[in-house]
């Protein structure tokens, strides 16, 4: 046997052994996805194909290996779904290609908070899709003053960890569009928010008590803020995020309670806001609160005609009958660094800090904003700082 004939026959047998290895491990592979069409649900948007759902997360999560639920292409009605860990695997996705879509009765699940919620799972996945909460009825009664349900939001991770969501759609949410609570290390990216700017309540990413939260190269657009970071969180990476419409990027409404963790760092980085009622904003109620905001940067921001590109309001009062002390929360070292753009009225930064407890270490750098034609101005109440570089409108620290 020549050389040349051995090489072939070293190759033909590695193939062979190749194709038997997968003869082997596909049917395993195919064991692991759960196809909710296969368990029962219906790709014409009228169906509810909650139980489909829920038992392919039932097998899922039962699993001892890797395994993914998968949603085809279509449209699925879901009356409302909860998938509950711990699960036996720290490795499950949940592929959407299709379209989840809620009741477009907002009184079916208006009052219960959520559509959809991952509670208590670990290593978890969330790839492509589009989740629909059709909320337009419910924000109509709303405007019409009559008594109407706060309204579920989208989707909720709610004390669980090492998740991932990337490529999904949240439209028209009837109230926040996508809400991450008692988490931990938690990356969203690719993420697109979309709802009316006159749509009330429907935040496009809420924060809250949780730690180690990666937001990135995401397209937000609602009637509220874009991203909102409350109480008790801390470790905040948020980059690349256009914001439009919508109230900008929020830290707070701090202070509502008198026992109250604080919020820690937050880096917030090349973002744009487009028409928005602010810029990067820090709010809190005018009452005592043993809360805080420390150790925040805000850098590399685009302002397009925005109403207040830079703010720090300690007296929040969104609606009559608020609060009318001086708020406790502590609010120190924060950057502004490198903030340029134009704002849509005279006040580009506005920095209006409690007299119980002024603003600390607040650091403007190399801050250009316009209004029109005109010089734009700053105000600022008890706010402690410096500025360099090139500031403009001129600071009014002190």
Not at 326 to 353: F, H, N
């Amino acid at each position: 046997m020549g050389p040349t004939s051995t090489v072939n026959t070293f190759i033909s047998a590695a193939l062979t052994l190749t194709c038997i290895a997968l003869l082997y491990t596909l049917p395993a592979t195919l064991a692991a996805q759960y196809n909710v069409v296969s368990l029962g649900a219906r790709a014409d948007g009228k169906t509810d194909s909650s139980k489909a759902f829920l038992s392919a997360w039932a097998s899922a999560c039962s699993s001892s290996e890797a395994s993914t639920v998968y949603i085809p292409e279509g449209s699925f009605y879901v009356k409302s779904a909860t998938f509950n860990g711990p699960c036996k695997c720290s490795s499950i996705t949940f592929q959407i290609d299709g379209t989840i879509v809620a009741p477009s009765d907002y009184s079916v699940i208006g009052k219960s908070e959520n559509w959809i919620i991952f509670s208590h799972v670990t290593g978890l996945n969330v790839y492509g899709g589009t989740l629909d909460g059709q909320g337009s009825t419910l924000w109509a009664c709303k405007k019409s003053g009559k008594s109407c349900p706060d309204g579920a939001t989208n989707l909720e991770f709610s004390n669980s960890k090492n998740i991932l969501v990337s490529g999904l759609s949240s439209v028209n949410s009837q109230m926040f569009h996508i809400v991450v609570s008692g988490c931990q290390n938690v990356k969203l990216q690719g993420v697109k928010v979309t709802a009316p700017g006159t749509s009330p309540n429907t935040d496009g990413i809420h924060v809250s008590q949780s730690t180690g939260i990666t937001i990135l190269n995401s397209k937000i657009g609602t009637g509220d803020d874009c991203v909102s970071i409350s109480p008790g969180s801390k470790d905040l990476w948020i980059e690349n995020v256009a914001c439009g419409p919508g109230h900008g990027i929020s830290i707070g409404s701090l202070g509502w309670k008198s026992q109250e963790a604080g919020v820690q760092n937050v880096t917030v980085k090349t973002v744009t806001f487009t028409g928005t009622q602010n810029g990067v904003r820090i709010k809190s109620w005018a009452r005592p609160s043993t809360g805080f905001a420390r150790n925040i940067l805000f850098q590399h921001a685009v302002m397009n005609n925005v109403q207040n590109p830079i703010i720090i309001d300690q007296h929040y009062c969104p609606n009559t009958g608020c609060p009318t002390q001086e708020s406790g929360i502590k609010i120190s070292d924060v950057t502004y660094q490198d903030i340029q753009g134009t704002s849509a009225t005279k006040v580009a930064v506005k920095l209006d800090c409690s007299s119980k407890n002024p603003c600390t270490g607040i650091k403007l750098q190399d801050v250009k904003l316009t209004y029109g034609s005109q010089m734009a101005q700053a105000s600022c109440a008890h706010a402690e700082g410096t500025a360099s570089g090139l500031v403009q409108p001129s600071s009014c620290l002190i």
